[in-house]
Each structure stands twice: as C-alpha cells, then as structure tokens.
C-alpha cells in the first residue's frame, strides 16, 4: 500500500481497514486516522504476509502494537520491499506484423483482403443472395441479380469511398443536374443495386436464423446468430495478422444503433450513450485484436462477475502465450481477476473505484488509486505541475509520480486510440437493422487494423507512411477497380489482352500456343501482357476481367 501526494495540504482519511496480502482486507471497527500532509511527499508501503507488514491506522491490530513496531507512511526515498518479480514475456509469435504481411510494404489492398478474405466474401454472398430470395417471396419489391465476390468487393469499397466523401444521406451520391453532384459513384454502382444490397446484407443463413428465432425465450437462444458466422471470421484474421507487444488494454466501446433491440445497451459516460456494447482488448497502438459483443447475462457464466468473465475471456493464452500485461479501468479491477491472471502467467494493472481496495494512492488534481500486480510503487518518475508561492508568480515544480500511473497513462489508450481511427472516416450509416450496424463495424475494424499494419510496415521499411485518408482512398480505389488518380477502370490501365502465340500461318492460328485458362482450366488463345498466365476472353465467358477484377 502506498500514498504519494503533491504536496498541496489536505486531510486523508484512512479507511478502517487492513490490508492482508494486498488485495484482501479485514475490516475493523468504523474509526478514523486523520492525517495531515503539509508537503510534497511521496509515502508508500506494502502489505502482505511474506513481508509482514500490518494494516492501516485505526484498526484494532495496530493500536495492540507497541509504538517502535507500529507500521508508518514511507517516503519515497526509502526501500520498497516487496516488489513484484518482472513477468517473463513469452509470447507465442514473434510480436507484430506476422507473414506474408512483413515482408516489404503491401498496399492498402493487399492488407485489406488478409481480413475480409476469400471464405467471408464468399459467405456474404451467398447469404445475402439466399435473404434476398426470400424477402421477395414475401412480396417486397426491388430488382435483384444474383451478387458475386467481385461485387461484393466494389460495395465494401463503395462503403469506403462514402465514408471518405461524407454527404448527409446515400441517395446525395447520385444526385444529377446540380452543382453538388458527385459523378463517380453512378460509373462504379447504381443507386437501386447499392441499396438493394445495403438492404439484403446477411451474414448467416437465413433458415437457420428462422430457426433459431423459434427458440427465443429458451436457453438455447442466441441473440448472435445472425452476425455471429462473419463476426468469428474477422475475429480469428485479426488475431492470426498481428501479434501484440506486451503492454494491451481492455476496455468498452460503443456503436450507436437506434434499432429497437434487447441487447442494446446505455452508457453515461460514453459519447455514445445508446448502442451495441462490444469489449475490446487493443494493443498501445490501437490495433483491436479480439472483441465480444455484450447481450446480457450469459448461459456461461462462470459466477465471478462480468467483468472476470470478460477480461478472462479475452486474454487467450492459446493465442498470446505469457508474460502479458494488461489495463483495465475501474470496472474489470479486481482482486479476483488480478490473481487469477497472475496464475495464468499476465501482469495487470488498473484504477479502482473501491477505496476498500487500496493499493497505490496518488493525490493529484485530484485522487488517483490503481491496483498492480508487477509494478514497484515508486521508480524515480516525476511530472512537473504548477505552483504559486505566497505572492509571487507560478513556477513548475517537479512532483513524485507513481510508477503505476506512469505506466497506465501509457499503455491504456489502446482501446480508446482504436475507437478515435475507426471514428474517423467511418463507413456507419444510419439503418434499423442491427446486423448491418455491425456488418458496418467489421468494416471499420479491418479498415483501422489494415492501417495499422501499414504504418508499421512502413517504419520497418523506414519510408514515410501515408495519412489515414491517402490510405482509405487508395483502399476504397482498390476495392472498386479503379486509378486513385484518374478514375479509370485498372484493367483497361494496366493490363492487356494478347495472343498466346504470334503464329502468323492461318491454318495454324487457331490450334498453336493455346494454354490453360488460370481460372476456369479450359484451353484458350489469349493471355495477359503483363501477368502471362492464359485467361479466356469470351461474350459468355470474360475470365481476362474476372481474374484482374479480383
């Protein structure tokens, strides 16, 4: 236990408690100890059984005690016995950028395409097609073709464009005869196909979400069903891209809805109040690396709290390995999970509400408690802070600083680093279907990572890495087949069809050089330039667009 001050004169009451081991406390008669601190002071302590120290002033133990064995406040420039042995980092992987992603500096879309890969476009494509067959079965009116990965491709990256070009509402994208029209959006998509598949947009398959609606108010009920097939998609390529550095946090985060849903949740403190509640573990850098949708009380829970669940959940050793240090805030501290993350091999560190919980006490502008399981209470850090003396002007002085708040302030801003980049230019539209409300957020999330893994690609490249919105837009360019710069089809650009042979005997022209299509395998007499791989360029079959589409 310790209390630093900075030195401006208050009275601290003393909870009349005492400290076992800690973190657990047994309590005593209500008395108080007022103590009066005139000073800049640093005082610490520790309390445990294998240092022996006591309890706070006030309890019944200390007042048996005679004088000279009577615990006191140290100053900082005394011993802190007691400090926790330094965690051995072990992770399972290398920590960052992990293959084909660390060799060179991939472009946005490259980056992009590790997230929303193959399977989950695939995924979304057929279960948006099989929605859409049954909303007009049941009579809803809209035009449909069939959609493919390639353009499922162009409306994710059409998504982005909007997100960059923001303009009140979607049909202002398609506005003709004014001043404020924007022409590239009609040359990629129409209106009706863009919110024809805004409003078919599925992630599970459509029977089986009727079927589990059937088992609402049953325990085999899951309120996640219809996002949940996609949402583990991006979650296991966010975890298998990136490996974090030691230090990561875990902490809320909001996505505002308005659809009138069970799950949806209110937070005071947060700028979003109303919303889909997901917790989040960031590393420092903002790179969200794994999350779970909150939907009330769980059918798993193990009956140690939410907030032990969650932290417990989302420190996976199977995926980080040992040696982690992770931030939490008021909500997830406790001793409860701080012990159990010490057997499982993790650091943590985190605020605390319950003065009943006292560890590190830090007086500030204002209070400042936190709770650690592997710092020392005082390593030589100062912070400067402004002081008047009597009448004469104010002038910095440098105030002791917990090694605790030092390291909090640093590593804990991951979460909230992470929700100030997907804020910006974020690809979230109003809608009343909550699904597309997360559909939107997975978008945000591999958006913000694929930058993430960019500018770290960059600096080991030791080139300058591009702004957030050079990145969106080329990524948004890339996405819907186009030139950043001149907004031409790539195909038409880069790339050109030739013959696979310059046969020039007539007889010989239609059976000479032939190769294999690279995607449907049949024998064709055309090829790409640049690429060199045969690809066939028939009225029914344009495999040359197809290929260099993807």
């Known amino acids: 236990m310790s209390k630093m001050t900075t030195g401006r004169p208050s009275r601290v009451i003393r909870p009349p408690l005492r400290f076992t081991d800690g973190f657990e406390e047994e309590e005593t008669p209500c008395e108080e100890s007022v103590v009066e601190e005139e000073s800049p002071s640093v005082t610490q302590g520790r309390s445990g059984r294998s240092n022996g120290a006591g309890g706070d002033a006030g309890t019944s133990r200390d007042r048996s005690r005679s004088p000279q064995h009577q615990e006191r406040w140290k100053t900082e420039a005394e011993p802190d016995y007691g400090v926790p042995q330094k965690l051995r980092f072990n992770p399972r992987r290398t920590p960052g950028v992990q293959p084909p992603l660390n060799i060179g500096n991939p472009p946005p879309g490259e980056i992009f395409s590790h997230f929303f890969d193959a399977a989950a476009l695939l995924l979304l494509c057929q279960n948006t097609n099989k929605y859409s067959a049954k909303n007009l079965e049941k009579g809803r009116r809209f035009h449909w073709k069939e959609i493919q990965p390639e353009e499922m491709t162009k409306f994710i990256g059409m998504l982005l464009y909007m997100s960059v070009l923001d303009l009140p509402k979607i049909r202002d994208f398609w506005r003709t005869q004014s001043i404020f029209s924007v022409p590239f959006p009609t040359t990629a998509i129409t209106r009706d196909r863009f919110r024809a598949v805004l409003g078919n947009i599925h992630m599970s398959d459509p029977a089986q979400s009727e079927e589990n609606d059937a088992k609402k108010g049953t325990d085999e009920y899951d309120h996640l069903h219809r996002v949940r097939p996609l949402m583990e998609m991006i979650q296991i390529n966010c975890k298998s891209i990136y490996q974090p550095r030691q230090h990561i946090a875990v902490d809320e985060r909001m996505v505002g809805t308005k659809a009138r849903l069970g799950i949806k949740q209110y937070m005071k403190a947060k700028p979003t109040k109303w919303g889909l509640k997901f917790f989040v573990l960031a590393a420092a850098n903002g790179y969200t690396l794994d999350f779970k949708l909150y939907t009330g009380k769980s059918k798993t829970a193990t009956g140690k709290g939410l907030s032990f669940d969650v932290v417990d959940g989302l420190m996976d050793r199977g995926y980080l390995g040992s040696g982690y240090i992770v931030y939490t805030d008021n909500f ?219």
């Open 332 to 550: 997830y501290t406790s001793p409860l999970l701080y012990r159990h993350l010490s057997q499982e091999g993790f650091g943590a560190c985190g605020t605390y509400r319950d003065r009943d919980l006292l560890f590190v006490k830090w007086m500030d502008t204002r209070e400042v408690s936190l709770c650690s399981t592997i710092h020392p209470v005082y390593s030589g850090d100062t912070v400067q802070r402004w002081q008047k003396t009597g009448d004469g002007p104010h002038h910095h002085i440098s105030i002791p600083r917990p090694t605790t708040v030092t390291e909090y302030n640093r590593y804990m801003g991951g979460v909230d680093t992470s929700d100030q980049m997907i804020g910006t230019n974020s690809v979230h539209r109003k809608t009343r279907r909550w699904p597309t409300t997360v559909f939107q957020h997975l978008v945000d999330i591999a958006a913000t990572n694929s930058f993430i893994i960019h500018k770290e690609c960059a600096s080991l490249q030791q080139v300058r890495p591009m702004t957030r919105q050079q990145f969106q837009e080329e990524l948004a360019a890339h996405l819907l087949g186009v030139d950043n710069r001149s907004g031409l089809q790539k195909t038409s650009y880069h790339h050109l069809p030739v013959p696979t042979s310059d046969e020039q005997t007539k007889s010989k022209r239609a059976t000479g050089g032939r190769r294999r299509c690279k995607l449907c395998q049949r024998s064709t007499a055309w090829q790409c330039e640049d690429c060199a791989v045969g690809l066939c360029l028939q009225p029914d079959r344009n495999c040359f667009r197809q290929y260099h589409c993807k």
